[in-house]
């Protein structure tokens, strides 16, 4: 173990001078714990190369981590060996970095080996999946997924492992041990040999549970509302902000005649009568994006006769408050309006008959007091009242 020869390098990476290494046990320039890793390297026959993690230690006491390369070498019957050190610095940093990324992630991280068993696991995963490390470890990916969701993913796995793809992303379900799922966003990568066939893959699972219940959730109720807006005994309609159709309920053609695709891209206020446009125009403009409009008016059907209506709009604005369209409905009040119309004729016979009745009593008192001054103060006997004086 006695050093014969030491390069610049060699020395500056020991933190001394290339004379007074020179002649030095190199045991003594290696942790007491790495003695015996040493004695096998200096065992290396010649032609033979050995290779193992050591840490040096400097004059001042600091470490540092190397991988040692030795060599075996016969130099006329003599044997001495070549040792080459690699500073692993960078590497000890760089696997410190990755340690604080999977121990502080908020996400799980995984190292799998390319069958597939857990190699290193963090506590984001352990607790998305409801298993401790030494579980997981036991266990591979396939273990934790739905059995109807193992295949998810198959061919993009594939493609990774054939070097088409760098990395791919894919939603899939996992198992926890009381049987219950748990949504994940699974992103996948790997690490390559030199040769490049593939040593680990690198693995970060989402959990998008919350997610993908909001989303089941809101595709319900858009299917929920989609219903009764198709079904729905009145119509639904959704115009853009210059008035004109973009979408309208089935219920249209039952109500007014016109199938939902004959609307489309047409302006509201064509299918309004002109008596009605200007208060129609003045009232949804009135109400702009305060409150919603409420008017009521005839609308033409297919047949191009109209049929009143009571028209709803509110005008729809996005996150930021810009307005992207109008949503409203149109109800049937013909009905109504006819029975208005009817009330309002028959208000006008009662209020007629009332102005003749009360003419005509009118009449009779004027009838009876001429008739009560006549027998006062009428002729009798052929003589007028007054003549005897």
Known sequence: GTVLYANRSFADLLGCSRDQFVGQDFSDFVQVHDAALLVDLFDT???K??????????????????????????????AVQCVILADLTSRVEAEERFRLTMEYATIGVSLESPEGRFILVNPALCQMLGRDAP???????????????VSVGEGLLNDLVAGTISSFRVRKRYLKPDGSAQWGDLSMSCVRSDDGSVRNFIVQIMDVSEQVQAEQSLAESEEQYRLLAENASDVVMRLSLNRRYEWASGSVEDVLGWKAPDL?????????????????????????????????FRFRRSDHTYRWV?????VKVDEDGTPVSVVGGL????????????????????EQFQRLTVGRELRMIELKKEIEYLTKYGPVNGREPGDEY
Request: hydrophobic letters at 40%.
């Open 264 to 296: 489309l891209g047409h302006c509201i206020d064509e299918f309004i009568h002109p008596d009605d446009l200007v208060r129609f125009r003045q009232v949804v403009a009135d109400a702009g994006l305060r409150t919603p409009a409420s008017v009521e």
């Open 310 to 314: 009571a028209c709803r709009t509110r």
């Open 331 to 350: 109800v049937d009040i013909e009905d109504r309006k006819a029975a208005e119309t009817e009330e309002q004729e028959r208000l006008a016979q009662l």
């Open 135 to 149: 579980t997981l470890v036991a266990a591979t990916w396939r273990d934790v997924t739905h059995p109807d969701d």
């Open 45 to 47: 026959a010649p032609g």
């Open 49 to 78: 190369t050995a290779r193992e993690e050591l840490t040096l230690v400097h004059p001042d006491g600091s470490t540092t981590l190397v991988l040692a390369s030795v060599t075996g070498l016969d130099l006329d019957g003599t």
